[in-house]
């Protein structure tokens, strides 16, 4: 089923259709596997955040007001929640002593703690903490792949806007991807 098609299932999950939530959360959840999956590469955790974000789906619908694409809408939950997710790990791994960690990590439990997006990852908490309001458009653009018309409607912002919020985060994470290469 098509993007195209999930407003047809969202309205008849509104209306309480009878397995209308559970046709319209099969329908998003590659969706929403592939978006957490470019926020936390190891599968488990991918798969921890996007059951998360379907829950979220589930449960908030009637949030969706139909400002934007149910995609984009999507989108942002997914992107949220595996962010969310991340910093969750990083903050129980964190807790771990080098002791519980070990010498030589299990390739089958490691996460994108110990992974290739370690350093994206760092580099939207600062820029959240440096420009916040730059940081939804830039995920929803760069990492969930929509257009900026979409991103506009979702953050109720000019396009104008969007695009140089984007121009701006784009600038920062490039300058924070580029430091912590050199420092490799």
Do not use: N
């Not at 390739?107 to 580099?123: F, N, Q």
Request: glycine share 6%; with cysteine; aromatic share 6%.
């Amino acid at each position: 089923m098509g993007v195209d098609e999930w407003d047809g299932l969202v309205e008849r999950a509104r209306s309480g259709e009878a397995h209308a939530m559970d046709d319209l959360l099969a329908a998003v959840r590659p969706v929403v596997l592939r978006r957490c999956a470019r926020f936390l590469p190891y599968r488990d955790d991918a798969e921890e955040a996007a059951q998360e974000a379907l829950l979220t789906i589930a449960t908030r619908l009637g949030d969706f007001t139909g400002r934007g694409s149910f995609a984009g809408w999507v989108t942002v939950i997914a992107s949220r929640q595996a962010l969310q997710t991340y910093r969750s790990m990083k903050r129980k791994f964190g807790d771990t002593t080098t002791e519980a960690v070990g010498d030589r990590p299990d390739p089958r439990t490691t996460s994108v703690i110990a992974g290739t997006r370690l350093d994206l990852l760092d580099a939207l908490e600062q820029l959240q903490r440096d420009h916040p309001a730059t940081v939804e458009a830039f995920v929803l653009r760069d990492l969930g792949s929509l257009a900026y018309d979409d991103i506009a409607q979702l953050t109720d912002a000019p396009i104008g806007t969007v695009k140089a919020r984007i121009h701006t985060a784009r600038a920062y994470v490039r300058e924070k991807l580029s430091a912590s290469a050199t420092t490799l």
